[in-house]
């Protein structure tokens, strides 16, 4: 697929270090790297490897120490935070903390509007609700009058990507967002992230610790070790001829089922 070589996201330089009495961490160190118009970019690193600091330095959910943060040409810290989270959003690990309990989906996915700029009435947003759910193949007479509790981990993880079909961010951070998901349910989440590009020319940035998954995925993946970038490319560069030593451990590590994907996605 052709991909637009407009720069969506910037990252120059960016590095956190957390102090936590006489200790300090640095979780990211002078990272640098850029995500273009509809591209899928996968973020790829054991626990411990500063992904997640990165991702909630993108979301404006945590300050770095250094370095800048550039959407759409301008310094996210100029950026009003209602309007970036107009255009970036997230989607996490764990839905259901992402959700709050007492309320059924159709409340939920109801308040997602709050963040446009345009309003809607309940006729409105419901109509654009279960179009949203039906783009992740959920029945909506299945979920809307439910509470998260009564939902899977695999609804809930879809019911996230739903919002992002109402809110149509620019940019998606998507945190490790299968891995309370079975492996089969796994691809069908990783396919709505292709819909997501296709039908809404979303960037995305997949972080996992998985590289047969950011390979199945990703048009380019980043490959992170102990708070820096050691490796970048093409998903086919990366995974056919790794250059880090740390990289290639990765792929020996690629379970099976992976390796079947890797096959499925060459021919
Ligand atoms: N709020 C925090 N305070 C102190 N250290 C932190 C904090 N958040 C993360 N860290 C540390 O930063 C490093 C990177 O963590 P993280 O970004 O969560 O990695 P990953 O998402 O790749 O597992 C780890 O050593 C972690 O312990
Ligand atoms: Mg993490």
């Known amino acids: 697929m052709k991909l637009s070589n407009n720069t969506r996201l910037e990252v120059r330089e960016l590095t956190k270090i957390f102090v936590s009495g006489r200790r300090k961490i640095t979780a990211v160190d002078q990272v640098s790297f850029e995500i273009h118009e509809r591209e899928i970019v996968s973020l790829v690193g054991q626990s411990g490897s500063g992904k997640t600091t990165i991702a909630h330095m993108i979301l404006n959910l945590l300050k770095s120490t250094s370095g800048s943060i550039i959407f759409d040409g301008k310094d996210i810290k100029d950026i009003k935070k209602k309007i970036y989270w107009r255009n970036v959003q997230g989607i996490f690990q764990?839905?259901?903390?992402?959700?709050?309990?007492?309320?059924?989906?159709?409340?939920?996915?109801?308040?997602?509007?709050?963040?446009?700029?345009?309003?809607?009435n309940n006729e409105e947003k419901d109509k654009i609700i279960i179009k949203a759910l039906e783009s992740v193949n959920i029945d909506p007479g299945d979920v809307l009058e439910k509470y998260p509790f009564e939902l899977s981990g695999g609804q809930?993880?879809?019911?996230?990507?739903?919002?992002?079909?109402?809110?149509?961010?620019?940019?998606?951070?998507?945190?490790?967002?299968?891995?309370?998901?079975?492996?089969i349910l796994r691809a069908n989440i990783l396919k709505l992230f292709e819909k997501l590009r296709e039908k809404q020319g979303t960037?995305?940035?997949?972080?996992?610790?998985?590289?047969?998954?950011?390979?199945?995925?990703?048009?380019?993946?980043?490959?992170?070790?102990r708070g820096k970038i050691v490796e970048a490319g093409s998903a086919e560069q990366v995974i056919m001829n790794?250059?880090?030593?740390?990289?290639k451990g990765l792929i020996e590590d690629v379970p099976t089922l992976h390796k079947e994907w890797i096959l499925t996605k060459r021919s």
């Open 156 to 183: 809930m993880q879809r019911i996230m990507i739903a919002r992002i079909f109402i809110i149509k961010p620019k940019l998606l951070i998507a945190d490790e967002p299968t891995s309370m998901i079975d492996s």
């Open 203 to 225: 960037s995305i940035m997949f972080i996992t610790h998985d590289i047969g998954l950011a390979y199945y995925v990703s048009d380019r993946i980043f490959i992170m070790h």
């Open 94 to 120: 764990d839905p259901f903390s992402s959700f709050n309990q007492f309320f059924v989906v159709k409340k939920v996915l109801r308040d997602s509007f709050k963040i446009l700029d345009k309003s809607f």
């Open 242 to 247: 790794p250059n880090h030593t740390y990289t």
